[in-house]
């Protein structure tokens, strides 16, 4: 795993970090150490020449919708977007914890703290420090304010954010609203729900489908302004042309499969995907709000980018 991890910074171009990476797979690899600076240096020069053209340049497009549903009588999901260029774009999902006062309140508060303060925050930082800074911001100013406000003293909310900047996607994730990657005809989810039922089903306790109607399977083990310091999941992986990112809450996904949702992401526009789904679940009949954000990537076709610490080795030394 850290020798995976290593070969991604190395893909980077994080030269300081890939030296040292490069150092430990050729021990590995090889059995042997390479000796001298003067090697490690021809191989940060190898590994430079071989990411030429490897990044594609990319543009995403993107879109949000939020609804009320069929049977609620308020909003409490609340969704946004914040775009720096025509590579880089943020989409962000929350969704109020019902039954709780201030639901409503407290999932405006973190889309609009967690948009503003990544906007805000400095360039140099990179996408994923400003998106957990900026998320761990919301979740300080939602918990103030149910300090300060006693009618709102239980308030919290869910929340899933993603920023993809060139060929990179990072995701702050909080409560059971969700990620999806869909490409090539694949949805897989990102995200792990902080629900009872699905740490039961991950402890192996109880099936998928136990899970889903699982008397505890809305009720969060997690979610943003319940304490000082929120347990954020960190998430970062790579995307390629034709990619499409799906963050929703759990009114979308409670009413729609998997495969419902991948199906209904075929139309070539952000907006049109995001209408279309909400409006297959009011059809369908949901007791819950829903909230779809869609993120598309296009542009350079699909990229190739090995992983695996032996397919870097043979890049770098001209053996792939």
């Known amino acids: 795993m850290f020798l995976d991890n290593c070969a991604y910074a190395s893909e980077r171009q994080n030269c300081r970090f890939a030296r040292h990476a490069l150092f430990l797979v050729c021990f590995v690899e090889y059995g042997t150490l390479p000796v001298g600076l003067e090697f490690m240096e021809h191989l940060a020069r190898r590994m430079a020449q071989s990411n030429e053209n490897t990044f594609a340049e990319i543009a995403v497009t993107f879109a949000t919708r939020s609804d009320v549903g069929n049977e609620r009588e308020s909003n409490e999901d609340c969704c946004g977007a914040h775009a720096e260029s025509a590579g880089h774009a943020l989409i962000a999902v929350a969704d109020g914890v019902g039954g709780e006062e201030g639901g409503e309140i407290a999932s405006q508060m973190a889309i609009e703290n967690t948009l503003q303060t990544y906007g805000e925050s400095p360039a ?39 920023v993809v900047d060139g060929n990179t996607a990072h995701a702050a994730h909080v409560g059971d609203s969700r990620l999806y990657l869909i490409r090539d005809g694949r949805i897989v989810q990102k995200t792990k729900d902080h629900t009872v039922a699905a740490g039961k089903r991950r402890m192996l306790f109880a099936s998928a489908e136990m899970a889903k109607d699982h008397p ?46 991948r199906e209904g992401t075929g139309a070539p526009d952000a907006a049109a995907i995001c209408e279309a789904l909400v409006r297959k679940a009011n059809e369908r009949g949901t007791p819950d709000n829903l909230t779809a954000a869609i993120l598309m990537v296009h542009g350079g076709g699909p990229v190739a980018i090995p992983t695996g610490w032996r397919s870097l080795v043979s890049r770098v030394l001209g053996r792939g």
């Open 124 to 162: 140099q930082w990179g996408p994923a420090k400003r998106l957990y800074r900026a998320v761990q911001k919301a979740n300080i100013e939602i918990h103030d304010r149910a300090l300060v406000v006693t009618e709102l003293r239980r308030m919290s909310t869910t929340l899933t954010a993603v």
């Open 216 to 261: 505890e399977h809305s009720m969060l083990t997690r979610s943003l302004g319940r304490e000082l310091i929120a347990a954020v999941d960190r998430i970062t992986f790579p995307v390629t042309g034709g990619d499409v990112l799906l963050v929703c809450s759990d009114g979308l996904y409670n009413v729609l499969s998997d495969e419902e949702l």
